[in-house]
């Protein structure tokens, strides 16, 4: 299983017309073809985009997004986002290891099951792409910061903890 999906450009290919067309111009040729401006099939030629893809796409088939559902809502990222950034501010660095043990143990608190996680664990990969997700996040977990610079206390910790269970409990990561 390669580590990390990627598209392949338009007009990468040697062959057919596959992925030779953004969705920019899908969208264009199907504006053209809605307003009568050009026929489906010239359309098609015009933007070599193969004809049964804007048939399909006009006639709403095959709508859904390639690929698995998310994992959480673009709130719920935003949410984690926010409460690993308040943890990096109090001076407690993370891992990926880390994130990644969060992520499980909030699934579980839910009695959330994803079935791509093992043991509802999210992988490696998932953390990284989280991270590219959240620019701000890998620039805070990358900085250690020494213990004694950080004077973290046990009352800080569980300030932080008490934080986490309330905002947890409410459910927004869902």
């Known amino acids: 299983m390669p580590r990390k999906s990627f598209k392949i450009k338009p007009g990468v290919r040697k062959y057919g017309t596959k992925s030779n067309y953004t969705p920019e111009i899908l969208e264009e040729a199907l504006n053209k073809i809605r307003s009568g401006a050009m026929s489906r099939m010239d359309a098609s030629k015009h933007y ?17 997004n390639i690929g698995r559902p998310i994992t959480f809502t673009a709130e719920g990222e935003e949410n984690f986002q926010n409460h690993l950034l308040l943890l990096s501010d109090m001076g407690l660095s993370l891992s990926m290891l880390d994130l990644r043990i969060i992520v499980r143990d909030h699934l579980n608190k839910n009695n959330r099951i994803v079935p791509q996680f093992r043991d509802n664990m ?14 701000l996040l890998k620039e805070k977990l990358s900085h250690n910061i020494p213990r004694k610079r950080a004077q973290v206390n046990r009352e800080k910790v569980e300030q932080f903890f008490n934080n986490f269970s309330k905002e947890s409990d409410s459910s927004k990561f869902v």
């Open 48 to 64: 070599n985009i193969p004809h049964v893809t804007l048939y399909y796409k006009l006639n709403k088939k095959h709508i859904k």
């Open 122 to 135: 999210p992988g490696y990969e998932w953390g990284t792409l989280f991270l590219e997700r959240n620019p």
